[in-house]
Protein backbone atom coordinates (compact mmCIF):
# COMPACT_ATOMS: atom_id res chain seq x y z
CA UNK A 1 0.00 0.00 0.00
CA UNK A 2 1.27 3.57 -0.27
CA UNK A 3 -0.27 6.77 1.77
CA UNK A 4 -1.24 9.58 -0.43
CA UNK A 5 -0.62 13.23 0.20
CA UNK A 6 -3.78 13.77 1.57
CA UNK A 7 -4.25 10.99 3.99
CA UNK A 8 -0.60 12.35 5.59
CA UNK A 9 -2.29 15.60 6.32
CA UNK A 10 -5.78 14.11 7.63
CA UNK A 11 -3.48 12.00 9.60
CA UNK A 12 -1.05 15.66 10.71
CA UNK A 13 -5.06 17.02 11.64
CA UNK A 14 -5.76 14.32 13.13
CA UNK A 15 -2.20 14.71 15.60
CA UNK A 16 -2.44 18.21 15.79
CA UNK A 17 0.41 19.04 14.29
CA UNK A 18 0.78 21.36 11.48
CA UNK A 19 2.23 20.77 7.99
CA UNK A 20 3.53 22.62 5.40
CA UNK A 21 3.24 21.74 1.86
CA UNK A 22 6.85 20.88 1.39
CA UNK A 23 6.65 19.16 5.08
CA UNK A 24 3.92 17.04 3.48
CA UNK A 25 5.45 15.86 0.44
CA UNK A 26 8.77 14.87 2.38
CA UNK A 27 6.68 13.36 4.98
CA UNK A 28 4.92 11.29 2.44
CA UNK A 29 8.14 10.01 1.06
CA UNK A 30 9.29 8.48 4.40
CA UNK A 31 6.24 6.95 5.99
CA UNK A 32 5.80 5.08 2.90
CA UNK A 33 9.43 3.65 3.07
CA UNK A 34 7.99 2.93 6.85
CA UNK A 35 5.22 1.24 5.72
CA UNK A 36 6.99 -0.81 3.05
CA UNK A 37 8.57 -1.96 5.66
CA UNK A 38 5.91 -2.65 8.19
CA UNK A 39 3.84 -4.80 4.87
CA UNK A 40 5.92 -7.35 5.84
CA UNK A 41 3.25 -8.62 8.77
CA UNK A 42 0.87 -8.28 6.22
CA UNK A 43 1.84 -12.19 5.04
CA UNK A 44 1.44 -13.52 8.50
CA UNK A 45 -1.41 -15.57 8.98
CA UNK A 46 -2.05 -14.64 12.65
CA UNK A 47 -5.49 -16.34 13.39
CA UNK A 48 -6.77 -17.82 16.56
CA UNK A 49 -3.47 -15.60 18.35
CA UNK A 50 -4.65 -13.56 21.23
CA UNK A 51 -2.96 -10.15 20.61
CA UNK A 52 -0.62 -9.46 23.11
CA UNK A 53 -0.81 -5.60 24.39
CA UNK A 54 1.45 -5.89 27.05
CA UNK A 55 4.90 -8.00 28.45
CA UNK A 56 3.40 -9.33 31.68
CA UNK A 57 -0.56 -10.95 31.21
CA UNK A 58 -1.27 -9.53 34.52
CA UNK A 59 -4.35 -6.91 35.74
CA UNK A 60 -4.43 -3.64 35.51
CA UNK A 61 -3.93 -2.18 39.27
CA UNK A 62 -6.50 0.18 40.60
CA UNK A 63 -5.66 2.63 43.05
CA UNK A 64 -8.03 5.21 45.39
CA UNK A 65 -8.87 7.85 43.37
CA UNK A 66 -7.23 10.73 45.36
CA UNK A 67 -4.49 13.26 45.56
CA UNK A 68 -1.00 11.14 45.72
CA UNK A 69 1.57 13.91 44.39
CA UNK A 70 2.36 16.32 47.40
CA UNK A 71 5.98 17.28 46.71
CA UNK A 72 5.47 17.54 50.15
CA UNK A 73 3.60 20.89 50.07
CA UNK A 74 0.37 22.21 51.32
CA UNK A 75 -2.23 22.33 48.62
CA UNK A 76 -2.19 25.87 47.12
CA UNK A 77 1.76 25.97 46.83
CA UNK A 78 1.31 22.10 45.33
CA UNK A 79 -0.71 23.82 42.81
CA UNK A 80 1.94 27.21 42.92
CA UNK A 81 4.06 24.22 42.21
CA UNK A 82 2.70 22.26 38.99
CA UNK A 83 1.61 25.48 37.16
CA UNK A 84 4.84 27.21 37.27
CA UNK A 85 5.67 25.65 34.72
CA UNK A 86 2.25 25.94 32.20
CA UNK A 87 2.85 28.72 29.62
CA UNK A 88 0.19 30.96 31.08
CA UNK A 89 -2.00 30.97 34.01
CA UNK A 90 -4.25 33.00 36.32
CA UNK A 91 -5.65 32.36 39.21
CA UNK A 92 -4.58 28.76 39.67
CA UNK A 93 -6.42 28.09 35.92
CA UNK A 94 -4.64 27.67 32.57
CA UNK A 95 -5.00 30.09 30.27
CA UNK A 96 -5.51 28.76 26.39
CA UNK A 97 -7.52 30.79 23.90
CA UNK A 98 -11.14 31.57 23.93
CA UNK A 99 -13.26 28.60 22.80
CA UNK A 100 -17.18 29.41 23.96
CA UNK A 101 -18.21 33.21 22.27
CA UNK B 1 40.92 7.23 40.58
CA UNK B 2 38.49 8.35 37.25
CA UNK B 3 39.20 5.13 36.04
CA UNK B 4 38.04 3.20 39.30
CA UNK B 5 34.53 0.75 38.76
CA UNK B 6 31.45 2.26 41.02
CA UNK B 7 32.26 -0.68 43.48
CA UNK B 8 35.85 0.63 43.81
CA UNK B 9 34.75 3.86 44.48
CA UNK B 10 32.39 2.64 46.75
CA UNK B 11 35.56 1.34 48.43
CA UNK B 12 37.67 4.87 48.22
CA UNK B 13 34.39 6.35 49.70
CA UNK B 14 34.50 3.87 52.91
CA UNK B 15 37.34 4.01 53.35
CA UNK B 16 37.63 7.82 53.37
CA UNK B 17 40.13 7.38 50.66
CA UNK B 18 38.32 10.56 49.00
CA UNK B 19 35.27 12.32 49.92
CA UNK B 20 32.42 12.52 47.86
CA UNK B 21 32.74 16.35 47.12
CA UNK B 22 36.26 16.09 45.84
CA UNK B 23 34.98 12.70 43.82
CA UNK B 24 32.14 15.07 42.45
CA UNK B 25 34.41 17.22 41.68
CA UNK B 26 37.19 15.67 39.76
CA UNK B 27 34.10 14.64 37.42
CA UNK B 28 32.59 17.91 36.75
CA UNK B 29 36.07 19.68 35.78
CA UNK B 30 36.69 16.58 33.71
CA UNK B 31 32.82 17.28 32.73
CA UNK B 32 34.00 20.89 31.98
CA UNK B 33 37.08 19.62 30.03
CA UNK B 34 35.72 17.22 27.71
CA UNK B 35 31.94 17.97 27.43
CA UNK B 36 32.12 20.11 24.41
CA UNK B 37 33.77 17.98 22.21
CA UNK B 38 31.10 15.11 22.79
CA UNK B 39 27.79 16.81 23.86
CA UNK B 40 27.06 14.67 26.34
CA UNK B 41 25.90 16.39 28.95
CA UNK B 42 22.66 18.61 28.21
CA UNK B 43 22.33 19.70 31.88
CA UNK B 44 24.88 20.56 34.53
CA UNK B 45 24.62 22.45 38.19
CA UNK B 46 27.87 21.80 39.80
CA UNK B 47 26.54 23.66 42.37
CA UNK B 48 24.14 21.53 43.15
CA UNK B 49 25.93 18.45 42.50
CA UNK B 50 28.38 19.42 45.41
CA UNK B 51 25.49 20.45 47.64
CA UNK B 52 24.43 16.76 47.31
CA UNK B 53 28.29 15.74 47.71
CA UNK B 54 28.31 17.63 50.90
CA UNK B 55 24.99 15.79 52.09
CA UNK B 56 26.66 12.69 51.29
CA UNK B 57 29.40 13.26 53.01
CA UNK B 58 28.08 14.34 56.19
CA UNK B 59 25.94 11.54 56.11
CA UNK B 60 29.05 9.06 56.25
CA UNK B 61 30.30 10.79 58.69
CA UNK B 62 27.39 9.97 60.77
CA UNK B 63 27.51 6.50 60.03
CA UNK B 64 24.63 6.85 57.99
CA UNK B 65 26.02 5.63 54.18
CA UNK B 66 24.81 3.01 52.28
CA UNK B 67 26.98 1.67 49.41
CA UNK B 68 26.00 4.35 46.58
CA UNK B 69 26.18 7.66 48.92
CA UNK B 70 28.63 10.05 47.87
CA UNK B 71 28.47 8.50 44.31
CA UNK B 72 28.29 11.03 41.36
CA UNK B 73 26.08 9.27 38.34
CA UNK B 74 25.04 10.83 35.13
CA UNK B 75 21.20 10.85 34.97
CA UNK B 76 19.25 10.91 31.74
CA UNK B 77 17.23 13.48 31.02
CA UNK B 78 14.76 11.53 30.78
CA UNK B 79 13.83 11.34 34.28
CA UNK B 80 12.02 14.02 36.20
CA UNK B 81 14.04 15.58 38.56
CA UNK B 82 13.03 17.96 40.70
CA UNK B 83 14.59 21.43 40.20
CA UNK B 84 16.32 20.15 36.95
CA UNK B 85 15.97 20.66 33.41
CA UNK B 86 14.33 17.52 32.36
CA UNK B 87 14.01 18.22 29.03
CA UNK B 88 13.96 14.58 27.27
CA UNK B 89 16.20 16.09 24.28
CA UNK B 90 13.36 18.01 23.00
CA UNK B 91 12.45 21.55 22.55
CA UNK B 92 9.63 20.95 24.14
CA UNK B 93 10.65 20.04 27.18
CA UNK B 94 13.30 23.05 26.62
CA UNK B 95 11.85 24.93 29.12
CA UNK B 96 11.12 22.56 31.56
CA UNK B 97 12.16 22.51 35.46
CA UNK B 98 10.84 19.25 37.00
CA UNK B 99 8.29 20.40 39.91
CA UNK B 100 8.57 16.64 40.84
CA UNK B 101 11.18 13.12 40.87
CA UNK B 102 10.77 10.57 38.81
CA UNK B 103 11.02 7.00 41.35
CA UNK B 104 14.04 6.25 40.01
CA UNK B 105 16.07 9.32 40.93
CA UNK B 106 13.98 9.44 44.57
CA UNK B 107 15.83 5.88 44.86
CA UNK B 108 19.40 7.43 44.52
CA UNK B 109 18.30 10.40 46.04
CA UNK B 110 17.11 8.41 48.92
CA UNK B 111 20.82 6.16 48.77
CA UNK B 112 23.03 9.34 48.77
CA UNK B 113 23.84 9.28 45.49
CA UNK B 114 24.99 12.82 43.93
CA UNK B 115 23.17 13.93 40.29
CA UNK B 116 26.38 14.93 38.13
CA UNK B 117 23.94 15.96 35.37
CA UNK B 118 21.61 14.81 32.49
CA UNK B 119 22.69 13.51 29.50
CA UNK B 120 21.53 14.41 26.30
CA UNK B 121 19.38 11.72 24.20
CA UNK B 122 17.06 10.97 21.33
CA UNK B 123 14.30 13.55 21.26
CA UNK B 124 11.65 11.34 23.67
CA UNK B 125 14.11 8.45 23.08
CA UNK B 126 13.09 7.75 19.46
CA UNK B 127 16.03 7.16 17.88
CA UNK B 128 19.06 4.80 17.37
CA UNK B 129 22.15 7.27 17.24
CA UNK B 130 21.61 10.50 19.45
CA UNK B 131 20.48 12.40 15.83
CA UNK B 132 17.21 13.54 17.02
CA UNK B 133 18.47 15.34 19.92
CA UNK B 134 17.13 19.09 20.07
CA UNK B 135 20.20 19.60 21.63
CA UNK B 136 22.46 18.24 18.68
CA UNK B 137 24.14 14.95 18.29
CA UNK B 138 26.18 13.25 21.14
CA UNK B 139 29.91 12.45 19.34
CA UNK B 140 31.18 8.47 19.96
CA UNK B 141 34.76 8.73 22.23
CA UNK B 142 35.54 5.90 20.13
CA UNK B 143 35.74 8.05 17.00
CA UNK B 144 34.03 11.99 17.18
CA UNK B 145 32.65 11.57 13.62
CA UNK B 146 30.74 8.51 14.95
CA UNK B 147 27.19 8.24 16.64
CA UNK B 148 27.56 6.49 20.46
CA UNK B 149 24.11 4.65 19.49
CA UNK B 150 20.89 5.73 21.30
CA UNK B 151 18.89 6.90 22.28
CA UNK B 152 21.03 6.60 25.75
CA UNK B 153 23.62 8.22 23.92
CA UNK B 154 24.63 10.93 26.19
CA UNK B 155 25.06 8.18 28.84
CA UNK B 156 26.74 5.88 27.11
CA UNK B 157 28.91 8.38 25.99
CA UNK B 158 29.56 10.08 29.38
CA UNK B 159 30.22 6.67 31.26
CA UNK B 160 33.20 6.16 28.37
CA UNK B 161 34.80 9.15 28.42
CA UNK B 162 34.78 9.07 32.19
CA UNK B 163 33.34 11.66 32.34
CA UNK B 164 31.38 9.34 35.20
CA UNK B 165 31.49 6.29 36.72
CA UNK B 166 27.98 4.80 35.31
CA UNK B 167 24.75 6.35 34.37
CA UNK B 168 21.30 5.38 34.17
CA UNK B 169 19.50 4.66 30.46
CA UNK B 170 15.93 3.56 29.47
CA UNK B 171 15.43 0.96 26.36
CA UNK B 172 12.65 1.03 24.39
CA UNK B 173 13.74 -1.09 21.45
CA UNK B 174 17.68 -1.19 22.57
CA UNK B 175 18.16 2.46 23.83
CA UNK B 176 20.56 1.11 26.63
CA UNK B 177 22.03 -1.96 24.73
CA UNK B 178 23.04 -0.41 21.51
CA UNK B 179 24.76 2.83 22.76
CA UNK B 180 26.79 0.54 25.91
CA UNK B 181 27.40 -1.97 22.61
CA UNK B 182 28.84 0.93 20.63
CA UNK B 183 30.64 2.93 23.34
CA UNK B 184 32.17 -0.43 24.86
CA UNK B 185 30.02 -0.22 28.33
CA UNK B 186 27.98 -2.87 30.13
CA UNK B 187 24.00 -2.06 29.59
CA UNK B 188 21.10 -3.87 31.04
CA UNK B 189 17.30 -3.39 30.30
CA UNK B 190 15.50 -5.20 33.34
CA UNK B 191 12.53 -7.22 32.35
CA UNK B 192 9.58 -4.88 31.86
CA UNK B 193 8.33 -3.92 35.08
CA UNK B 194 11.41 -4.49 37.51
CA UNK B 195 12.00 -0.69 37.52
CA UNK B 196 9.29 1.77 37.98
CA UNK B 197 8.63 4.05 34.90
CA UNK B 198 7.06 6.83 37.19
CA UNK B 199 8.22 10.15 36.10
CA UNK B 200 10.24 8.50 33.14
CA UNK B 201 8.99 10.40 30.90
CA UNK B 202 6.93 7.66 28.50
CA UNK B 203 7.71 6.62 24.82
CA UNK B 204 6.13 3.66 24.57
CA UNK B 205 4.41 2.81 27.87
CA UNK B 206 4.81 -1.27 27.36
CA UNK B 207 8.14 -1.17 26.31
CA UNK B 208 9.93 1.30 28.22
CA UNK B 209 12.24 0.35 30.94
CA UNK B 210 14.99 1.77 32.76
CA UNK B 211 18.37 0.57 33.56
CA UNK B 212 21.83 0.95 34.35
CA UNK B 213 24.82 1.82 32.14
CA UNK B 214 28.35 1.25 33.37
CA UNK B 215 31.73 -0.34 32.66
CA UNK B 216 30.89 -3.66 34.36
CA UNK B 217 28.39 -5.72 34.82
CA UNK B 218 29.27 -6.17 38.83
CA UNK B 219 28.52 -2.01 38.54
CA UNK B 220 25.75 -2.50 36.77
CA UNK B 221 24.22 -4.81 39.38
CA UNK B 222 24.91 -2.30 41.99
CA UNK B 223 23.00 0.24 40.42
CA UNK B 224 20.21 -2.05 39.71
CA UNK B 225 19.96 -2.62 43.02
CA UNK B 226 18.94 0.91 43.86
CA UNK B 227 16.98 1.53 41.07
CA UNK B 228 14.64 -1.64 41.21
CA UNK B 229 11.87 -2.24 43.08
CA UNK B 230 7.90 -1.92 43.09
CA UNK B 231 6.23 1.39 43.08
CA UNK B 232 2.60 1.91 43.60
CA UNK B 233 2.84 5.22 41.23
CA UNK B 234 3.87 2.94 38.34
CA UNK B 235 0.84 0.37 37.33
CA UNK B 236 2.40 -1.79 35.53
CA UNK B 237 5.75 -2.06 38.29
CA UNK B 238 5.34 -5.21 39.41
CA UNK B 239 5.03 -6.57 43.14
CA UNK B 240 7.94 -8.57 44.00
CA UNK B 241 9.78 -8.79 46.84
CA UNK B 242 13.25 -6.74 46.56
CA UNK B 243 16.82 -9.01 45.59
CA UNK B 244 20.14 -8.66 45.80
CA UNK B 245 21.39 -8.44 41.89
CA UNK B 246 24.65 -8.63 42.55
CA UNK B 247 24.12 -12.23 44.99
CA UNK B 248 25.95 -14.50 42.35
CA UNK B 249 28.94 -12.41 42.04
CA UNK B 250 30.96 -12.34 45.11
CA UNK B 251 30.79 -16.31 44.80
CA UNK B 252 34.23 -17.62 44.70
CA UNK B 253 35.66 -18.63 41.06
CA UNK B 254 36.08 -22.55 40.11
CA UNK B 255 37.65 -23.07 37.27
CA UNK B 256 34.80 -23.78 35.36
CA UNK B 257 32.06 -21.15 36.91
CA UNK B 258 29.38 -21.66 34.19
CA UNK B 259 29.78 -25.23 34.21
CA UNK B 260 25.82 -26.41 33.05
CA UNK B 261 24.87 -23.00 31.77
CA UNK B 262 23.11 -23.68 28.57
CA UNK B 263 23.47 -20.98 25.61
CA UNK B 264 21.23 -20.79 23.26
CA UNK B 265 22.30 -19.67 19.78
CA UNK B 266 18.99 -18.26 17.63
CA UNK B 267 20.01 -18.61 13.97
CA UNK B 268 18.30 -15.74 13.04
CA UNK B 269 21.01 -13.61 14.97
CA UNK B 270 23.97 -15.57 12.97
CA UNK B 271 22.95 -14.95 9.40
CA UNK B 272 23.14 -12.17 6.94
CA UNK B 273 22.54 -8.72 8.06
CA UNK B 274 25.70 -8.55 10.67
CA UNK B 275 28.77 -7.05 9.94
CA UNK B 276 31.21 -10.27 9.70
CA UNK B 277 33.48 -8.45 11.50
CA UNK B 278 30.94 -7.67 14.55
CA UNK B 279 30.20 -11.87 13.52
CA UNK B 280 33.96 -12.93 14.43
CA UNK B 281 34.04 -10.88 17.60
CA UNK B 282 30.65 -12.59 19.36
CA UNK B 283 32.10 -16.19 18.08
CA UNK B 284 34.79 -15.88 19.70
CA UNK B 285 33.47 -14.63 23.00
CA UNK B 286 31.00 -17.84 22.77
CA UNK B 287 34.35 -19.60 22.73
CA UNK B 288 35.21 -18.26 25.80
CA UNK B 289 31.70 -19.13 27.34
CA UNK B 290 32.80 -22.59 26.13
CA UNK B 291 36.05 -22.58 28.24
CA UNK B 292 34.08 -21.11 31.12
CA UNK B 293 32.52 -24.28 31.73
CA UNK B 294 28.92 -23.17 29.19
CA UNK B 295 27.50 -24.97 26.75
CA UNK B 296 26.00 -24.22 23.23
CA UNK B 297 22.64 -25.37 21.77
CA UNK B 298 21.61 -24.22 18.29
CA UNK B 299 17.75 -22.68 19.05
CA UNK B 300 15.48 -20.59 16.18
CA UNK B 301 13.32 -17.87 16.77
CA UNK B 302 11.52 -18.10 13.55
CA UNK B 303 9.61 -14.84 13.93
CA UNK B 304 12.88 -12.83 14.97
CA UNK B 305 12.32 -11.20 11.30
CA UNK B 306 8.93 -9.62 12.40
CA UNK B 307 9.93 -7.58 15.23
CA UNK B 308 11.02 -4.35 13.16
CA UNK B 309 7.39 -4.05 11.61
CA UNK B 310 5.81 -4.73 14.38
CA UNK B 311 7.59 -2.30 16.95
CA UNK B 312 7.18 0.25 14.12
CA UNK B 313 3.36 -0.44 14.42
CA UNK B 314 2.83 -0.63 18.62
CA UNK B 315 6.33 2.09 19.82
CA UNK B 316 4.41 4.98 17.64
CA UNK B 317 0.98 3.89 18.42
CA UNK B 318 1.49 4.32 22.02
CA UNK B 319 4.01 7.30 21.32
CA UNK B 320 1.23 8.74 19.58
CA UNK B 321 -1.05 8.51 22.69
CA UNK B 322 1.11 9.41 25.51
CA UNK B 323 2.84 12.72 23.41
CA UNK B 324 -0.79 14.13 23.03
CA UNK B 325 0.03 15.25 26.59
CA UNK B 326 2.08 18.23 24.85
CA UNK B 327 -0.17 20.34 23.44
CA UNK B 328 1.04 23.56 24.94
CA UNK B 329 -1.04 24.31 27.47
CA UNK B 330 0.15 22.64 30.72
CA UNK B 331 3.78 22.68 30.63
CA UNK B 332 6.44 22.83 27.94
CA UNK B 333 5.90 25.12 24.38
CA UNK B 334 3.83 27.13 23.07
CA UNK B 335 3.90 28.18 19.66
CA UNK B 336 4.34 32.70 20.04
CA UNK B 337 1.32 32.88 17.66
CA UNK B 338 -2.03 31.23 16.84
CA UNK B 339 -5.52 31.98 15.58
CA UNK B 340 -7.63 29.50 17.70
CA UNK B 341 -7.17 26.60 20.49
CA UNK B 342 -6.88 24.07 17.95
CA UNK B 343 -4.28 26.01 15.82
CA UNK B 344 -2.03 26.62 19.06
CA UNK B 345 -2.57 22.84 19.66
CA UNK B 346 -1.25 22.84 15.95
CA UNK B 347 1.40 24.88 16.03
CA UNK B 348 2.73 24.16 19.48
CA UNK B 349 3.41 20.54 18.43
CA UNK B 350 4.59 21.50 15.04
CA UNK B 351 7.47 23.55 16.21
CA UNK B 352 8.21 21.58 19.84
CA UNK B 353 8.69 18.24 18.37
CA UNK B 354 11.76 17.27 15.70
CA UNK B 355 11.09 15.19 12.39
CA UNK B 356 11.67 11.79 14.00
CA UNK B 357 9.24 12.48 17.12
CA UNK B 358 6.41 13.78 14.08
CA UNK B 359 6.82 10.89 12.10
CA UNK B 360 6.33 8.46 14.77
CA UNK B 361 3.51 10.33 16.09
CA UNK B 362 2.24 10.25 12.76
CA UNK B 363 2.40 6.34 11.89
CA UNK B 364 1.17 5.69 15.00
CA UNK B 365 -2.02 7.56 14.66
CA UNK B 366 -2.75 6.46 11.27
CA UNK B 367 -2.45 3.11 12.62
CA UNK B 368 -4.69 3.80 15.37
CA UNK B 369 -7.38 5.27 12.84
CA UNK B 370 -10.34 3.97 11.91
CA UNK B 371 -10.26 1.30 9.04
CA UNK B 372 -6.22 0.63 9.67
CA UNK B 373 -6.93 -0.66 13.66
CA UNK B 374 -6.66 -4.03 12.78
CA UNK B 375 -4.99 -4.52 9.96
CA UNK B 376 -2.02 -3.27 11.98
CA UNK B 377 -2.41 -1.98 15.58
CA UNK B 378 -4.02 -5.76 16.18
CA UNK B 379 -1.88 -7.38 13.72
CA UNK B 380 1.50 -5.87 15.14
CA UNK B 381 -0.04 -7.07 18.92
CA UNK B 382 -0.56 -10.47 17.56
CA UNK B 383 3.13 -10.72 16.00
CA UNK B 384 4.14 -9.52 19.27
CA UNK B 385 2.70 -12.84 21.10
CA UNK B 386 4.60 -14.73 18.48
CA UNK B 387 7.47 -13.84 18.92
CA UNK B 388 7.09 -13.62 22.60
CA UNK B 389 6.31 -17.58 22.36
CA UNK B 390 9.50 -18.01 20.15
CA UNK B 391 11.55 -16.99 23.21
CA UNK B 392 8.97 -18.86 25.82
CA UNK B 393 9.93 -22.05 24.23
CA UNK B 394 13.71 -21.25 23.50
CA UNK B 395 14.10 -21.09 27.39
CA UNK B 396 12.80 -24.44 27.11
CA UNK B 397 16.29 -25.53 25.34
CA UNK B 398 18.68 -22.92 27.44
CA UNK B 399 19.22 -20.79 30.37
CA UNK B 400 20.41 -17.98 27.98
CA UNK B 401 20.21 -16.77 24.63
CA UNK B 402 23.21 -14.81 22.93
CA UNK B 403 24.54 -12.85 19.63
CA UNK B 404 25.23 -9.62 18.34
CA UNK B 405 23.87 -6.59 20.19
CA UNK B 406 24.04 -4.18 16.95
CA UNK B 407 24.57 -5.77 13.48
CA UNK B 408 27.45 -3.45 13.15
CA UNK B 409 29.83 -1.20 15.14
CA UNK B 410 29.20 2.88 15.54
CA UNK B 411 28.25 4.15 12.06
CA UNK B 412 29.06 7.82 11.28
CA UNK B 413 26.99 10.84 12.18
CA UNK B 414 24.95 11.45 9.15
CA UNK B 415 25.08 8.07 7.76
CA UNK B 416 21.95 6.70 8.46
CA UNK B 417 20.13 10.07 9.49
CA UNK B 418 18.07 10.77 6.27
CA UNK B 419 16.45 7.11 5.76
CA UNK B 420 14.98 6.10 8.91
CA UNK B 421 14.05 2.49 7.39
CA UNK B 422 18.36 1.61 7.79
CA UNK B 423 17.87 3.23 11.67
CA UNK B 424 14.89 1.32 12.48
CA UNK B 425 17.23 -1.48 10.94
CA UNK B 426 20.29 -0.84 12.92
CA UNK B 427 17.79 -2.01 16.68
CA UNK B 428 16.92 -5.94 14.55
CA UNK B 429 18.65 -7.72 17.50
CA UNK B 430 17.24 -5.68 20.08
CA UNK B 431 13.79 -4.83 19.69
CA UNK B 432 11.94 -8.35 20.30
CA UNK B 433 13.48 -8.36 23.67
CA UNK B 434 11.62 -4.88 24.70
CA UNK B 435 8.42 -6.78 22.74
CA UNK B 436 8.66 -10.14 25.03
CA UNK B 437 9.43 -7.88 27.71
CA UNK B 438 12.58 -10.23 28.93
CA UNK B 439 16.15 -8.97 30.39
CA UNK B 440 19.04 -8.53 28.21
CA UNK B 441 22.11 -6.94 28.66
CA UNK B 442 25.15 -6.14 26.32
CA UNK B 443 28.46 -6.51 27.17
CA UNK B 444 32.14 -5.65 25.10
CA UNK B 445 33.46 -8.22 23.65
CA UNK B 446 36.21 -6.65 21.14
CA UNK B 447 37.36 -4.43 18.64
CA UNK B 448 37.04 -3.83 14.74
CA UNK B 449 39.12 -1.38 13.49
CA UNK B 450 39.25 0.43 16.65
CA UNK B 451 35.71 0.48 17.42
CA UNK B 452 33.84 -1.59 20.30
CA UNK B 453 31.88 -4.50 19.34
CA UNK B 454 29.01 -5.74 21.96
CA UNK B 455 28.07 -8.96 22.96
CA UNK B 456 23.64 -9.47 23.73
CA UNK B 457 22.77 -11.71 26.68
CA UNK B 458 18.68 -12.31 26.72
CA UNK B 459 17.28 -14.13 29.95
CA UNK B 460 14.53 -15.83 31.07
CA UNK B 461 11.80 -13.36 32.89
CA UNK B 462 13.38 -12.06 36.15
CA UNK B 463 17.01 -13.68 35.59
CA UNK B 464 18.81 -10.20 35.53
CA UNK B 465 21.05 -11.66 38.50
CA UNK B 466 21.75 -14.80 36.01
CA UNK B 467 22.51 -12.49 33.04
CA UNK B 468 24.78 -9.66 35.37
CA UNK B 469 26.79 -13.35 36.52
CA UNK B 470 27.06 -14.76 33.00
CA UNK B 471 28.47 -11.48 32.30
CA UNK B 472 30.78 -11.27 34.76
CA UNK B 473 32.39 -14.34 34.55
CA UNK B 474 33.47 -13.38 31.13
CA UNK B 475 34.89 -9.85 32.44
CA UNK B 476 36.66 -11.68 34.99
CA UNK B 477 39.02 -13.66 32.13
CA UNK B 478 38.82 -10.77 29.77
CA UNK B 479 39.36 -6.86 29.74
CA UNK B 480 37.79 -5.49 27.22
CA UNK B 481 35.46 -3.80 29.26
CA UNK B 482 38.65 -1.95 31.01
CA UNK B 483 39.63 -0.78 27.07
CA UNK B 484 39.40 3.16 27.75
CA UNK B 485 39.14 5.54 24.19
CA UNK B 486 42.57 7.79 24.04
CA UNK B 487 42.04 11.63 24.11
CA UNK B 488 40.26 12.09 27.32
CA UNK B 489 43.13 12.07 30.19
Known amino acids: MSLTLEQVRRVAHLARIEVSDAEAESTLGHLNGIFALIEAMQAVDTRGVEPMAHAQDLAQRLRADCVTESLGLPALARRAGFQDVAPETEAGLYLVPRVIE | ?489
Open chain 2, 1 to 489: MISRSVSALVQALAEREISSVELTQLYLDRIARHNLALNAFVTVDPEKSLAQAKRADERRAAGQATPLTGIPLAQKDIFCTQGWLTTCGSKMLGNFVSPYDATVIEHFNATGAVILGKTNMDEFAMGSSNETSHFGAVKNPWDTARVPGGSSGGSAAAVAALLAPAATGTDTGGSIRQPASMCNLTGLKPTYGVVSRYGMIAYASSLDQGGPIARSAEDCALLLNTMAGFDERDSTSLERSREDYSRELSARTPEKPLAGLKIGLPGEFFGEGCAPEVMQLVAEAIVEYRKLGAETVDISLPNMKLSVPAYYVIAPAEASSNLSRFDGVRYGYRAPEYDDLDDMYARSRAQGFGAEVKRRILIGTYVLSHGYYDAYYLQAQRIRRLIANDFIAAFKQCDVIMGPTSPSTAFRIGEKASDPVQMYLSDIYTIAVNLAGLPGLSLPCGFASGLPAGLQLIGDYFSEARLLNVAHRYQQVTDWHQQYPAGFD
